[in-house]
Nanobody, 121 residues
Framework: GVQLVESGGGSVQPGESLRLHCTAS????????MYWVRQAPGKGLEVVSA????????YYENSVKGRFTIGADNAKNTLYLQMNNLKTEDTAMYYC??????????????RGQGTRVTVSA
C-alpha cells in the first residue's frame, strides 16, 4: 500500500533550524506533485510548500519564503523541507502529501501521519 512517513520534527527555539524528511512508497513518486502541509493548533490545513517532481518547480507560502526550502530526490522517493530561522508561528503538525494536481489546497490524494514542530523561547 501507499505510505508517506515523515520525520525530523522537534522542539526548537526561535531562529533555529529543522530539516523534515518524507519517505514515500507504494506509488510512482516522480509522477506526483509533492507537498508539505501544516496544521497549527486550532487552525486548518495550510500548504507550506510544493514541488513539481518532474521539473523542480517550487511553490512557497508567503510567510515561509526565504526561510524554507523544499527538495525532492526522485531516485530515493524522498521529500525534504529545510526550515531555517524558525518562528513561533511555524509551530504546527507538518504533513507530507502527494497529488497529481499543482497547487492543490486540500483533499490531497495521499497524506502522511505528520511530524510535530514546536518553536518556543
Amino acid at each position: 500500500g501507499v505510505q508517506l512517513v515523515e520525520s525530523g520534527g522537534g522542539s526548537v527555539q526561535p531562529g533555529e533550524s529543522l530539516r523534515l524528511h518524507c519517505t514515500a512508497s507504494g506509488f510512482t513518486f516522480s509522477q506526483y506533485f509533492m507537498y508539505w502541509v501544516r496544521q497549527a493548533p486550532g487552525k486548518g490545513l495550510e500548504v507550506v510548500s510544493a514541488i513539481n517532481t518532474d521539473d523542480g518547480t517550487t511553490y512557497y507560502e508567503n510567510s515561509v519564503k526565504g526561510r524554507f526550502t523544499i527538495g525532492a530526490d526522485n531516485a530515493k522517493n524522498t521529500l525534504y523541507l529545510q526550515m531555517n530561522n524558525l518562528k513561533t508561528e511555524d509551530t504546527a503538525m507538518y504533513y507530507c502529501a502527494a497529488d497529481t494536481g499543482y497547487v492543490v489546497t486540500d483533499g490531497w490524494t495521499f497524506r502522511g501521519q505528520g511530524t510535530r514542530v514546536t518553536v518556543s523561547a
